[in-house]
Structure formats: C-alpha cells, structure tokens
C-alpha cells in the first residue's frame, strides 16, 4: 500500500516499509515534509504488518536540510527536533538510506535513525554554522553521541561535509552500500526486527576536561574571526557529555532560535542566495550557451598553470601553449607538482592524477589551438602584448571559438577590437590560485554576444566557480574596490596608523589578513610596476602616497625578499622600525602631524572607502545587481560572509549613517581626502541596495 499525496510517502510493504521524501529540488524539510514525515512514522508504528522502516529520498539527494525559505516565517508546527524525536523514539528500527547530502536537518534525520547505510559518493555535514546557525534538531547533541567529541566539535564548527568512507571511518555510519542502496537498506532494517533498538540519544559520549574544552572553543572562536555560531555550536556540542540529550536539545534549540533571528545569519542566508542568483542574469532567459570542450591556454605562468589545473579538473580537453620549449616545460613542471602534491596529500588518487595529466596536452606556438572551443590568454598584462596575441588568434582560431582573456585592469573592448570577431571576445578574470579560488569575473565589452555571457556563466557551474558578470571598467569589480581599500589604508598611514595597526583593525572586522599583510604575501614588485607604468597619467592633484614604492626602491618585495611593510625572520612576521621611520616621513613630507587612529575609525574609513566606490560601479551599471558586488567581495576579497558583503551590510548599518560618520571625519572636504561622491548621490536618490 502507498499512502501520503504530500511530499511524503509510505509504503506499506511488509516487514520492512519505505518512507520516501520527495521534495523536489533538495528535500528540504519544509513544513509538508515535516508534517508528512511524522504522519509516516506515526503508521509505522501503528501498523502491526510493518517491523521496520527505511527513510529514503527521490531525486538528487537526501534530504540537504530545513528550507532556509522558511527562515524569515515564524516557526509551524510540527517542529523538526519533534518529528526527529519521534523517529529515534519508534518501537521498530528505522534506517536512514543516503544518498547525494545529507545536510542539517537532513542529517539529523539520519543520526536519530537507528542505523545509517549510504551510497559511497554520498556525503553528511551540519553546515549550519555556515548560515550563522547552530544545528537545530539534534545535530550537536546526536553527533557527539556517535562520533565522539573530537570529531563533533570539528564537524559541528566548520560545517565541512565529509565522505561516506570517512562517515563510517568516524562511525557516522554503520555501512555503504554496494549495490543498490534501498535494497541493501531494507535487508538492513530486516537484520535489526526483533534486536534491541540502538537509540543515538542513548549512547553516553566521553567527556574531556575542562581546560581542554575551553583551549578548543578559543580555538574555533578565533578561527571564526568574528561569526558567532561556530563557537556556540562547539559549546554546544561539549554539552553531550554532561546533559541527558532532552536537556541538551532543550539548549540547542535556545541557541538556534536566538541566532536565526540574527543579523548573522541574515547575512549569511543573502550570501547564500545571493551566490545563487548571480548565475541567473536579468536578460539572458533562454540564451543557449556554446557548446565547449576543447579549452587552449596561452601562457604557462602561475595563472595560466591555475587555469589549466582548474578546467582539467572539470574534465575538459585542454592545451596549454607557450612561446618557448623552456616556458612550457616550467609550466607543465608546476602543473604536474601541482597534482603531485594532491596526490601525495591525499586529496587525489593515482587514477584520477593521471587521468588529469593525461587531459592536459603541451604545445609551443599558437597554430596548434585551431581546433579549441575556447581559447583563453594568460600573458602578460600589457596591452599591446595582448593586442598583438588576439590579433594573431583571430587568423587560427575556427568560427565560434570563444576567446577569453584573463587581464585583470586592461580595457578589453581594445583587446576585442584587435580581432575580426569582437562579439567572441570576453573576460574570464580568474583569482590566484586559479584552480582554488571561486570566484570567476566575467567581462562583458560593448560587443560580446550574449550567448558568449552564457557560456560564460555554463563554465563556471562545470567548473565549480562562483561567477559575477560585470562589464569593462579599471580593475573590474574586485580589483577596482579593493584599489580603493588600499588608498585608504595608505592614507590612515600618512595620518598617523602604522602598517600592524591597519591589519590588526581589518582582521577583528573579520578579514582573513589586513592589505600590508596580504600585500607582503602576493608581492609588492607587480603593483609597483603597474604605478610606474601609470604614472604619465596620473592626475596630479591625486593625493599619491608614495611609502610603497620607497619599500620597492628599496628591495622590500615582501615576504619573497625576507621584508615589505614587515620584515620576516624564520618565517614570522614582525613590526620593522625601518618602517615607522618611513611612514612618518611619508607624514612629515605631506605636512601631517600625526594623530592615534583607533580600530574603529579605521574599519569605518575602509567601510567607507569600499561603499562608495561600490555606489559607483552601481551607478556606471558595471553590475546589474548590488548583490553582485557583494559576492565579488565575499569571494574574492576576503570580505566576512557574516556581514553578507559590503552593500548588504551597507543597508544594515544606515547609507545615512556611514555618511554622516564620513562627514564628521571631513572626509568630504579635506585636502586631497577621498571625496565620498557615490555615497553622496546615492544618499540623495534614497535608494536602498536592497527592497
Ligand atoms: N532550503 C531551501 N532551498 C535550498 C536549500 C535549503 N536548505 N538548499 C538548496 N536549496 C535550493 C537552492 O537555493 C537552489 O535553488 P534555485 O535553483 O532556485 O537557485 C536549489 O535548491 C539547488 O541548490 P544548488 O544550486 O545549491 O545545488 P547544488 O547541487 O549545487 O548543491 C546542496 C546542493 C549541496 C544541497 C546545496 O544547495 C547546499 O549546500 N544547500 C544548503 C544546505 C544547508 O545549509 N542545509 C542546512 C540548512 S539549516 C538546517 O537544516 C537547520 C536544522 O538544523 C534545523
């Protein structure tokens, strides 16, 4: 018999009955499930045919967790930790039958299951964390319990997904199934009729002691730079080993209901959605993509080695080219070190190593890419150079062929109009190292054909990126804002901040490094190089901040030379008095006397700085959406997802108010001082970034 026209539906068969959620798309436990779910479990344990019962899903998944849709709406019965209690409370075994991710509230299903089977590709995780939440339906209290804590507290905090093999390593799961995953679940089920029900609740979780458990939670705490729940869910889950499980869960559910109504987790769920919507661009409904499978690279620097890396992970064809044997050869040496190292770590296994070597082929000259579907430059970035590899592109290269360049400031409407084909031409501005970074610019010129967007955007889900589609401008989206950043922070040196200051005020607003930090690590010798370049251009009015370059002029590339705007002995960064003695005669020369910046005012200048420049970008329609610089920013730049990006959080904090601060500052009006001027028309239109 099957019962239930829902989303839930139980079949009746005996001994063993099959509940199946079928929600489509990801069988998010919405409040129809809930109510569906527990109407089943409710049967099965009324209906004296049925012994045992398997809790499977249709579709792509398990089910991947409560509908984060619902999380605005006040709560409706019936509540999932009730429904879950009832499962783990069912006189017959139930067993949870996985496949695809069991996320969250799906998760916590299959933990009060009386014995869990997964497919092997199949993965579990309590992600929560990531939305600002801790896990409401038993998650940290159910974990402990199998796992132990150790492996909790990881899992609970990071919200990472792990593995059937390592789900069952960590006794997550009690089996992975071999051949057909409901089958092998009901002979499961079938197994346990007549044993002693193993209840999770029940189980009783070793304790550690207290000094320990306080080390460990400073730890995550400090590692969550500024999120809140990965620390609450940590605490959380230490619990475990002290409360019965209804007390516990009486705690959890505090918790969670407390950080949902967050300014946390409202940020969290926009970046959530938000890294969704960019994919979907107002505009392109039902544009096709072009058809790609053969992918050339031309150059075999570190970029176009992190390109390469990336598209033969997602399992194209791809030719790299180069100029010289000597050039190819070092780029294929750091591609296949690149896959060494995943190997050897672990991360990658010798069939899948060579079968990624092997999609990669290695040529000198252009002429061998006539037959690629898309062919992207990774030269280097200068205009002529790229002008004259476009234009020699165009002769090679077959009708349709998508070509890209990878320049990250250059005006690509001058590269396309090197070609005979500029409607072919776009920009996949790809972040370093290419083959880990998400997030993917792709620059639209006044000429690239929508179906070429498309394509763009069709890449970047095969490549598992986060695309933002922008059109040609300075530096783009990032590159344009984060310019700006870091003239702020040079100003607040000229005032009076040092280097350490600046980081250490970026870092407690939740950055993973301040701009000086971050500069040491990438280098300072490129941007140095681009300055020189500019500097015939520059406006002479500019307030330019030269400390930079007296660092240059001195050798001081960062952390590759021993010292920047910190100098590095074994590794470790330190204050460099050679420095404050630069950076107070950067004041001196400007006629500055200088003056204790407190954290605030410098996070709140940076703010500032990032807003307005972002007002413009909205203003000259670089991006169609405020949520598009948002998640540039977040997955580009390091901005703390917890504050859901620059503009969303702008619209939390007041534009009014970021303003008034800027004035009271005298930002506006000071000599050479930035003038807030995206800030100031925005304000005056009374727009909000978000309805
Ligand atoms: N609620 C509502 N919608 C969801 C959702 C959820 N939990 N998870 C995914 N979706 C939606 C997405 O918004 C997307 O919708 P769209 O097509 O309209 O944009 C669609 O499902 C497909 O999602 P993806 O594009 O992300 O598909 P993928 O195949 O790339 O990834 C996934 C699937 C791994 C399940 C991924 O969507 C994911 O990580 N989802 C979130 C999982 C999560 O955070 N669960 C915890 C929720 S909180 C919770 O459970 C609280 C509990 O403890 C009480």
């Known amino acids: 018999m099957t019962a239930g026209d829902g989303p839930v539906r139980l079949t009746s068969t005996s001994p063993v009955a099959l509940i199946e959620i079928d929600n489509p798309p990801v069988n998010a436990t919405s409040q129809a499930v809930r109510a569906g779910l527990l109407a089943a479990i409710q049967e099965v344990e009324r209906n004296p045919q049925i012994e045992a019962a398997v809790i499977a899903c249709a579709g792509r998944t398990f089910v991947a967790g409560a509908d984060i849709r619902e999380f605005g709406q006040p709560p409706r019965e019936p509540h999932l930790p009730d429904v879950i209690d009832a499962i783990e409370d069912s006189s017959k075994p139930v067993v949870a039958a996985v496949h695809g991710t069991a996320l969250g509230g799906g998760c916590e299903i299959a933990l009060a299951c009386h014995a869990r089977i997964a497919e092997p590709s199949a993965s579990f995780g309590l992600p929560e964390v990531k939305l600002g939440l801790v896990p409401g339906a038993g998650g940290t209290q159910r974990l402990p319990r199998l796992v132990g ?42 197994e346990l009729i007549g044993k002693p029900i193993r209840r999770t609740g029940e189980q009783v979780v070793a304790g550690i002691d207290s000094q320990s458990a306080s080390a460990k939670v400073a730890e995550i705490r400090r590692k969550a730079r500024g999120a809140e729940a990965p620390g609450r869910a940590a605490e959380l ?20 209901l407390a950080l949902r109504g967050s300014e946390q987790s409202a940020a969290l769920r926009h970046a959530f959605f938000a890294e969704r919507e960019v994919t979907r661009l107002p505009g392109l409904d039902g544009v096709e993509p072009r058809p790609v499978q053969k992918v050339g690279i031309v150059g075999a620097g570190t970029m176009g080695s992190g390109i390469a ?19 190819l050869s070092a780029g294929e040496a ?26 990669i082929g290695y040529a000198v000259g252009t002429s061998s890419l006539s037959d690629r579907d898309l062919v992207i430059e990774a030269v280097f970035e200068d205009l002529d150079v790229k002008r004259a590899l476009f234009r020699d592109l165009d002769t090679i290269l077959k009708p349709g062929t998508i070509l890209a360049t990878n320049t990250s400031y250059l005006d690509i409407n001058l590269i396309a109009a090197a070609t005979s084909r500029p409607a072919d031409v776009v920009g996949l501005h790809f972040f370093s190292p290419a083959n880990v970074m998400k997030l993917l610019e792709i620059v639209r ?19 598992r990126k986060i695309p933002v589609v922008c059109r040609v401008c300075d530096g783009f989206v990032g590159n344009r804002i984060l310019s700006r950043y870091r003239q702020q922070a040079e100003y607040l040196l000229e005032e009076g901040a040092l280097p350490h200051e600046v980081d250490a005020a970026l870092e407690s607003f939740g950055f993973p490094m301040g701009p000086f930090a971050v500069s040491d690590l990438a280098g300072l010798d490129i941007a140095w190089a681009r300055r020189k370049r500019l500097a015939p251009n520059r406006d002479p009015r500019e307030r330019y901040v030269d400390i930079a370059d007296r660092l240059c002029e001195a050798g001081r590339f960062g952390r590759k030379t021993g010292a920047g705007w910190y100098r590095y002995e074994g590794g470790k960064r330190e204050i460099d008095p050679v420095v404050t003695a630069l950076v107070e005669e950067a004041s001196q020369r400007r006629g500055l006397t200088r003056r204790t910046i407190s954290a605030e005012e410098i996070q709140s200048r940076i703010r500032t700085a990032i807003v307005n420049e972002a007002c413009k970008i909205l203003d000259e329609r670089i991006v169609e959406r405020p949520l598009d610089v948002d998640v540039v920013m977040m997955n580009g730049y390091g901005y703390p997802a917890w504050r859901g990006g620059p503009l969303f959080e702008a619209d939390r904090v007041g534009l009014q108010f970021i303003l008034d601060q800027a004035k009271e500052r005298a930002e506006l009006d000071g000599p050479g001082w930035e003038v807030a001027e ?14």
């Not at 093999?165 to 679940?185: G, K, N, P, T, V």
């Not at 889950?237 to 505090?254: S, T, V, Y």
């Not at 995206?678 to 309805?691: H, I, T």
């Open 149 to 190: 804590l150790e492996a909790a507290l990881d899992l609970v905090s990071s919200g990472r997904m792990v593995k059937a093999a390592e789900a069952l390593r960590l006794r997550l799961i009690d089996r992975i199934s071999s051949r057909d995953l409901r089958q092998e679940a009901t002979e499961l089920a079938r």
């Open 237 to 256: 889950a230490l619990l475990a080993a002290d409360l019965p499980l209804k007390e516990g869960m009486a705690r959890e559910r505090e918790t969670f």
């Open 309 to 327: 890396i990336a598209f033969a992970d997602a399992g194209f064809d791809v030719k790299v080219v180069e100029t010289s044997e000597q050039a």
């Open 334 to 359: 750091r591609i296949t070190d690149t896959y060494e190292k995943q190997f050897a770590s672990g991360r990658l296994s010798a069939a899948a190593r060579g079968e990624r070597l092997q999609a």
């Open 445 to 463: 010129t006044d000429a690239t054909a929508d179906d070429v967007v498309a394509t763009g955007l069709a890449l970047a889900k095969r490549l």
């Open 678 to 691: 995206g800030l100031v028309r925005r304000v005056a239109s009374a727009e909000k970034f978000y309805p």
